[in-house]
């Protein structure tokens, strides 16, 4: 039987999909790859095609109407199987000892990309795997020279020549050793408390580093570091031995928290470490085969690591530490300063 002609197109309800989630036809634009006017008008069409309003625009964004809310639903069902109908052509076209090269920042490599690369074998397993890592400056050379199938970087916009498709969220968190003078600290840290600190960073080019030298330039931006580390266990040791504070990913110190190695400092609400960790790709292009398969299982799982974040920023204050009293002096004021070690 022959579809009705009120049935919208594929990309119509991606876009419609993208608009619930992300609240915003700009913010779904943005992340499809195309401009907001097209999207507008993109969604216009659809609801001229169907025959009833599908969003709610407001100045604080865009939500789905009530039959708006069923469309969606509706369209998940289509979408999702569209892309395993997708993949499994993929799969039949594939020869059994295929290859996926991968190249990812430090961050998403370390952090989500084994569970992601399990995963995958479970469904692939014939698949051969190869991960690169480095800084997402450098991820974004090895894509664009055609080195890797499928890159992941963090930052808030896709390196320039690379499109891309937000996989999962994640924000910087400021950590210091227990016996620091922060970790006792009641008042948020400002702005431009922050700026003015020399930190323990990582070095340039790293996607960390460049999230926060946005968040901090409205204050002037980052100071000298006291030590640039190139690695997020590297970072975690300086801090844990009393080198300073450190600002790296919530993803590398859940563990660290949670047994109270590490305490998280307040920050000040016009602080925003928040950041997209993306996979990226040639732009004009499109994933395929493996790469794409990979790519829909990260967007799947996104919810599984939205909850542990969640469960990471729910711990409890520390109640083990009596307040500190007039004789006891931070430990870090009182060491060396290692920096000129290093």
Known sequence: MALSPRVPELGALELLLAVARLGSVGRAA??????????????????RQIGVPLLERSPRGSRPTEA??????????????????????????????????VVA???VAEYLMPGWLLALHAVSPGLA?????????DVAGHVLAGDADLGFVEGPLPPAGLAGAVVAADRLVVVV????PWARRRSPLSGRELAATPLVLREPGSGTREVLEMALAPFGGTTTPRLELASSTALKAAAMTGAGPVCLSELAVVEEL?????????????????????AVWPAGQRPTGPARELLALTRRTAG??????????????????????????????TRPDRSSKS
């Not at 809310?69 to 395993?84: G, M, N, P, S």
């Not at 050793?177 to 620091?180: G, K, R």
């Open 30 to 47: 943005a992340e499809l790859g195309v401009s907001q006017p097209t999207a507008s008008a993109r969604i216009k069409g659809m609801e």
């Open 68 to 101: 708006g809310r069923l469309v969606v639903e509706w369209a998940r069902q289509v979408v999702e199987a569209a892309q395993a109908l997708d993949a499994g052509i993929d799969a039949l076209r594939e020869r059994r000892d295929a290859r996926l090269t």
């Open 105 to 107: 920042s430090l961050t």
């Open 129 to 137: 795997v190869t991960l690169r890592t480095a800084n997402s400056a």
């Open 177 to 180: 050793a227990p016996d620091h």
């Open 258 to 278: 949670a047994t109270r190695r590490l305490v998280a400092v307040g920050l000040a609400e016009e602080l925003d470490l928040r950041r997209p960790l993306r």
């Open 304 to 333: 599984t690591h939205q909850a542990r974040m969640a469960q990471a920023r729910a711990l409890p204050p520390r109640t083990d530490r009596k307040p500190a009293g007039p004789a006891e002096r931070p430990a870090l004021r």
